[in-house]
């Protein structure tokens, strides 16, 4: 029967090991509790520093609710998802996660602009490369050809930045009823 009086006891049978663990606890002078808290402690460390909500081995046991829709909220909801790039259940799912705290959900849209602008970081890092080849053919003073692709790597970091902008600011206000 488990001891209820002490709730925080691990009763651990270390088989084989038991001996080299007494060991070592006399080798550093601590007890085999004293030890294996050090231990816990050590291996839970990262784990502490994000909170106790991370501490805990996140649930991947789904439950099955049925809801009822007016037709009104069945054809929002669908309008939502489809525009969105969600399936209708999928887009309640990521509004419950979003309101619970664990912050706006991409839907298919937004993760092919994001695909995009991987490719466009790509481009800029490529064009970035030319200009540092540029600079070091740089003897007598600044190539005429250097100022076009300065233009266009700035138009593209601009447009870059004001999409990533928008789909940021299209995820906060969909998942925070704005």
Not at 36 to 52: C, I, P, S
Request: charged share 20%.
């Amino acid at each position: 029967m488990p001891d209820c009086s002490r709730p925080n006891r691990i009763n651990i049978d270390l088989g084989p090991y038991k001996q080299r663990w007494v060991a070592y606890c006399a080798l550093h002078q601590l007890t085999p509790s004293a030890a294996f808290r050090q231990v816990v402690a050590k291996l839970t460390e990262n784990m502490a520093t994000a909170g106790d909500a991370a501490a805990a081995p996140p649930t991947t046991r789904k439950h099955r609710k049925e809801i009822g829709l007016t037709d009104a909220e069945l054809r929002f909801v669908e309008a939502c998802a489809e525009a969105e790039g969600f399936s209708p259940t999928r887009w309640i799912i990521a509004l419950i996660q979003a309101r619970m705290g664990n912050g706006a959900q991409f839907g298919q849209f937004e993760l092919a602009a994001l695909g995009k602008s991987n490719l466009i970081l790509l481009t800029i890092a490529r064009q970035l490369r030319q200009i540092a080849g540029m600079q070091q053919g740089l003897a007598g003073g600044p190539m005429p050809e250097l100022l076009p692709v300065v233009a266009e790597v700035r138009t593209r970091i601009a447009n870059h930045t004001a999409e990533v902008a928008q789909a940021i600011a299209r995820n906060i206000e969909r998942w925070h009823g704005k």
